[in-house]
């Protein structure tokens, strides 16, 4: 089976670590492509930042459509252009922050999500009422910490995300924390041993949930909505998304 990970940010160090983290958990028979657009943001921290990087998520799901791909899964919390992905194919699309608020529910009854800015906790509290999760979650807490110092000041990044979760821990009545940010896919076994709670992090969680709708064949579905979007041409820059 093949599963493409879509990193929607251009970073290409934080591919890697999400590829890596991916490979990690996926089963011996499972191949991961991890990729990233070739234009858009360094990092996703903004809704802005989400609106262009959901484009490059897009073009692609129709570069893996060209390569056989099994499943996909959308690597940043925002879980840009989701829905629209699904309209293009048929194998199963999974974001991160979706597949770790349904793991979550199954180990605890309550959890917090750690995320990057304050800025971002909208975005996640936003997808928590989406998707049906916002009573499972006391609080969207931010560790104030740009997405890229993931990478550059990594030391720095994970202290300040332990001392959320143990605040989460200390504060929150939850049992388990979710991380919200790909960028923190390498960082689960430290947080937790640290925070002393259980930690779900999306794209491991995505990739075991994109395993499962694969063996268990089942399809993203066409009928409704997430049927193929109708041919029509697209022009100037975009000409290349139309049929
Ligand atoms: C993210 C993420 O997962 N990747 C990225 O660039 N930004 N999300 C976030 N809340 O900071």
Redesign the pocket.
Same mark, same amino acid.
């Given at each position: 089976m093949k599963i493409r990970v879509v990193?929607?940010?251009t970073?290409a160090a934080?591919t890697d670590t999400i590829g890596a983290a991916a490979r990690r958990v996926a089963a011996p028979a499972t191949r991961i492509v991890a990729t990233q657009p070739d234009s858009g943001?360094v990092?996703?921290?903004s809704h802005f930042?989400e609106a262009i %990087?959901a484009v490059g998520v897009l073009e692609e799901v129709r570069r893996g459509e060209r390569d056989a791909t099994d499943a996909y899964v959308i %690597?940043?919390?925002?879980d840009p252009g989701l829905l629209a992905a699904r309209e293009l194919t048929r194998a199963p699309v999974i974001g991160?922050a979706e597949a770790a608020f349904h793991l979550a529910t199954l180990i605890a009854t309550r959890f917090s999500v750690v995320?990057?800015?304050s800025r971002?906790t909208v975005? %996640?509290e936003h997808l928590l009422q989406q998707y049906g999760f916002a009573h499972h979650c006391r609080r969207v807490r931010a560790a104030e910490i740009p997405?890229l110092d993931l990478e550059h000041d990594t030391d720095a990044a994970l202290r300040r995300i332990v001392e959320e979760g143990r605040r989460a821990k200390a504060e929150d009545g939850v049992g388990a924390i979710v991380l919200?940010?790909?960028?923190m896919a390498d960082l689960t076994d430290t947080i937790a041993d640290a925070v002393g709670l259980p930690v779900v992090e999306g794209v491991t969680a995505a990739v075991k949930l994109a395993e499962s709708l694969v063996s268990l064949r089942l399809a993203t579905s066409k009928h409704g909505d997430l049927a193929f979007p109708r041919p029509k041409p697209f022009t100037g820059r975009f000409a290349h998304l139309g049929a």
């Amino acid at each position: 089976m093949k599963i493409r990970v879509v990193n929607p940010n251009t970073t290409a160090a934080m591919t890697d670590t999400i590829g890596a983290a991916a490979r990690r958990v996926a089963a011996p028979a499972t191949r991961i492509v991890a990729t990233q657009p070739d234009s858009g943001p360094v990092s996703i921290e903004s809704h802005f930042d989400e609106a262009i %990087a959901a484009v490059g998520v897009l073009e692609e799901v129709r570069r893996g459509e060209r390569d056989a791909t099994d499943a996909y899964v959308i %690597a940043c919390f925002g879980d840009p252009g989701l829905l629209a992905a699904r309209e293009l194919t048929r194998a199963p699309v999974i974001g991160i922050a979706e597949a770790a608020f349904h793991l979550a529910t199954l180990i605890a009854t309550r959890f917090s999500v750690v995320t990057t800015l304050s800025r971002t906790t909208v975005i %996640a509290e936003h997808l928590l009422q989406q998707y049906g999760f916002a009573h499972h979650c006391r609080r969207v807490r931010a560790a104030e910490i740009p997405v890229l110092d993931l990478e550059h000041d990594t030391d720095a990044a994970l202290r300040r995300i332990v001392e959320e979760g143990r605040r989460a821990k200390a504060e929150d009545g939850v049992g388990a924390i979710v991380l919200g940010c790909g960028g923190m896919a390498d960082l689960t076994d430290t947080i937790a041993d640290a925070v002393g709670l259980p930690v779900v992090e999306g794209v491991t969680a995505a990739v075991k949930l994109a395993e499962s709708l694969v063996s268990l064949r089942l399809a993203t579905s066409k009928h409704g909505d997430l049927a193929f979007p109708r041919p029509k041409p697209f022009t100037g820059r975009f000409a290349h998304l139309g049929a």
